[in-house]
């Protein structure tokens, strides 16, 4: 046992290695996961069945939550824990709560990996219109995953543009220009407005926009001194 927790904690994958015994050993487990996360995958299934302790484990490192059985991913406690760190963690949830809307926009809501979370999000909340607008008004990037048939309702893009404004809306919703075929958006109309779109993100489309609307355009460099 010394052994192998020497072992353990200088490289946590010799955990692979080790007895059956001591993969079930919690402190011979923990040590070698504080090394190297990626070493639960290797610990006995009586520890990484052990609710409490993967909870606390969840809390200190989302990564942990990859190594989980079915079981525990589908414990809305530790997959809450495991998103308010990275909201891409959503990805190691179950598919029940993929399509949970407050996990959900727990996850968009975290200060890293928020927008990453939507890769995961159930379909079906992608498509209903309160969830997105609950989701946007955490992040307006979450328009860029919307359905198209969320996109194509006149009365949804009324109440986005009506509860995000237009200038938002705008930025993430490309239309066509019925000349040209080419993507556009709402036009600027003052330097103040601009500054609006610079806030929503997506500097290329403002940069188009400006230059549809006579503004001198800087380079990609120069964008920020808007």
């Known amino acids: 046992r010394a052994l192998v ?16 015994d001591l993969r079930g050993d919690r402190e011979v487990v923990l040590a070698a996961a504080a090394q ?30 990859r190594c989980l059985g079915v079981a525990l991913r589908d414990d809305r406690a530790i997959v ?14 179950s598919l029940q709560l993929r399509a949970d809307r407050a996990v959900a ?11 990453t979370a939507l890769h995961f999000v ?24 919307a359905t198209d048939a969320l996109r194509e309702s006149a009365v949804f893009c009324a109440r986005a543009r009506e509860r995000l404004g237009d200038s938002v809306v705008s930025s993430y919703w490309a239309e066509e ?33 400006l230059g549809r609307a006579g503004f001198e355009t800087p380079c990609p460099l120069q964008r920020r001194g808007l």
């Open 5 to 20: 927790l020497a072992a353990v904690r200088q490289c946590g994958q010799a955990l692979g290695f080790a007895s059956d």
């Open 122 to 145: 159930a379909p079906p909340l992608l498509s209903d219109e309160s969830f997105v607008l609950a989701a946007a008004d955490i992040d307006a990037g979450t328009l860029e995953y």
């Open 80 to 93: 809450s824990a495991a998103v308010r760190q990275y909201g891409g963690a959503l990805e190691y949830a």
């Open 36 to 65: 190297d996360v990626d070493a639960w995958a290797f610990a006995a299934d009586s520890v990484r069945s052990d609710r409490g302790l993967m909870l606390r484990v969840v809390a200190e490192n989302w990564r942990c939550l």
């Open 177 to 209: 220009d019925s000349e040209s075929g080419e993507p556009w958006v709402s036009e600027p109309d003052s330097v103040a407005e601009a500054r609006g779109f610079a806030e929503a993100g997506l500097p290329d489309k403002l940069h188009r926009a």
């Open 105 to 115: 926009l727990e996850a968009i809501s975290a200060a890293c990996g928020g927008l």
